[in-house]
């Protein structure tokens, strides 16, 4: 029986080996980043701290794992890397001269392919086609068209070839764009509906290049979602309704994802999303196994979140951008004024603001308009008293949005009004009821912004009126508008000049589509002036010409009741900020 057993054994283990020496087996691994925001390095030049995330530490990570996989490592980039941190805006606007960072960064960590985000396209087309034109890798949109020409102005999908596979990656973005950018921006493209073009573009992939896997790189959401009109966040509906990819990679939305979904084929899809700001990314392994004939047997895809916090940024990527990282540094920290004292977003949520109020008088000093909104862009931001310097401008305003001037009446203007506070407040019914809108599973403890139900860059304050808001009334009727800001009359039936930024003008948030009720076809036309600039440009050069800042309360509106509010006020500060005093 011995005897019997070892020759079974022989034969299994030469059968084994005969079907390995006959197999090939090629491992790849897929690394995907997105929404970058111009955090190339490990240092925020906001807050002039260090920085957890970054694509100093995802280089790190890149050659770990090639190391082990040598070429057989493929790198995307899913959008929404041009905007965010000084370090995109510097290259953008400022120094311009020299080649783009980004492409830069990008063509020395060898990405494979890239994707276009909103913000990317916020920059500008010039801006978007400098760094696209500078990268040794393409630039992928198969649904952002050309109308002059009807086909996609980006490169719509690209072949990647890893030791006899094929990887086919098609790339989109969300289509959400006009309702978020001006028509300037994108003029002559347009974005169309990511799951049509999917379907237009899976089966000519597939006939045209029999790939043995295919990505889908969308800079969109999972979450569906309509927005004036378009499918925001379309990705995860991609997956399911449109068989043939293996992968979809997300992104936009800023929301961690990892898990597995069977499509209307009934097949497996990875979906997964990193979030932002290079703290995490996506890792996948792909094995694809041939025959001895060569011909392709099987596949598998399986993928994780990869934190960034375990690795120390490059020294490599240090040095190859060392003057960079120092121009930056000086760009930042160069002065542009003083201000008389600290400002911060905390009072922001709970009535008049020095920090917002800021912003209005600016807006309205800039424009010359009768009313100003504006919002808290940043949830939690501050500028320390004495010298301004460019930094903190990014503080003040966050975004590249361009300043508008446009036309309301006075009952859109209310109804507009009702309309943010409504996402901002609730009705209140004793001082034991909260202020502030949070998610509806909320609990004291959880982590501060995530809380709220609505983003609070949605929580627009008025000036250029006087106004109460009473929280212990209904939806649609909590405004009461007593006057314009020099005491004359607020008519509902005149039509007013209001200043406010690009995103809320051509429809972001919906505020002026279902608040005051304005169709967003409309919007185009109540324009009647714009910067060719952005905000924060303004902003910097009105502090510059005043030289010195002295914020103080426009003291316009308010909360009422008092008795009720006041005791909201402090349970929700606390809530959201903790002691006032460690900021």
Known sequence: MKRIFSFLSLIIIVFATQVSAQQKTVNLKLFQT???????????????????????????????????????????????????????YYYNYENIEVPHITSRILNFMKYDAGNVGNHDVETGFNVLNRYASLCNFPILGANIINTQTNE??????????????????????????????????????????????????????????????IVGLFHSGGKGNILSGFKENASMEV????????????????????????????DSVLVM???????????????????????FMNKSVSGNLLPMSDFNPDPLFMKEFSADYKNVKEYVGSPIGTIKKSINTHDAFFGDSEFTDLIHEIQ???????I???????????????????????????????LYVMTLSGIEI????????????RQMTSAEDHLLQFKDDFKDGDDTRSILKYPSYNFDSAAGIIYEVDVTKPKGKKIRIISLADGSKFNLDATYKVALNSYRGNGGGEILTKGAGIAHADLAKRVIFSTDRDLRYYLTRYIKRHGEVIPHKLNNWKFIPTEIVSPAVIRDKNILFGNEQSH
């Open 414 to 425: 209310k109804n507009y009004l009702e309309y943010t506070y409504d996402l901002w407040t």
């Open 152 to 213: 996609p102005y980006f490169e719509p999908y690209t072949i990647i070839k890893k030791e006899g596979v094929k990887i086919a990656v098609l790339g989109m973005i969300t289509p959400a764009i006009p309702a978020w950018l001006p028509k300037s921006m994108w003029a002559h493209f347009r974005f169309d509906d990511m799951e049509i073009t999917a379907k237009q573009w899976i089966p000519k992939i597939i006939e045209k290049e029999a790939p043995h896997i």
């Open 372 to 402: 100003s909104f504006t919002a808290p862009l940043s949830f939690d931001a501050q500028i320390d008293s004495g010298e301004i310097k460019m930094s903190d401008m990014f503080n003040l305003y966050k975004y590249e949005n361009l």
């Open 34 to 88: 997105s929404d970058i925001h111009g955090n190339y390095f490990p240092y925020n030049f906001i807050t002039n701290r260090p920085w957890s995330g970054s694509l100093s530490r995802v280089s790190s990570a890149l050659k770990d794992v090639r190391k082990t996989f040598g070429d057989n490592v493929i790198l995307l980039d899913n959008g929404d890397i041009l905007q965010g941190q000084p370090s995109a």
């Open 364 to 370: 309205l000093g800039i424009t010359h308009a009768d």
């Open 239 to 266: 997956a399911k309704n449109v068989p043939g990819f293996d992968i979809v990679l997300m992104g936009h939305d800023h929301i961690l994802e990892c898990t597995k979904i069977a499509n209307v084929a009934g």
């Open 273 to 295: 999303d990193p979030g932002a700001n290079g703290v995490v990314i996506s890792d996948i392994d792909i094995d694809i196994t041939f025959d001895e004939n060569g011909k």
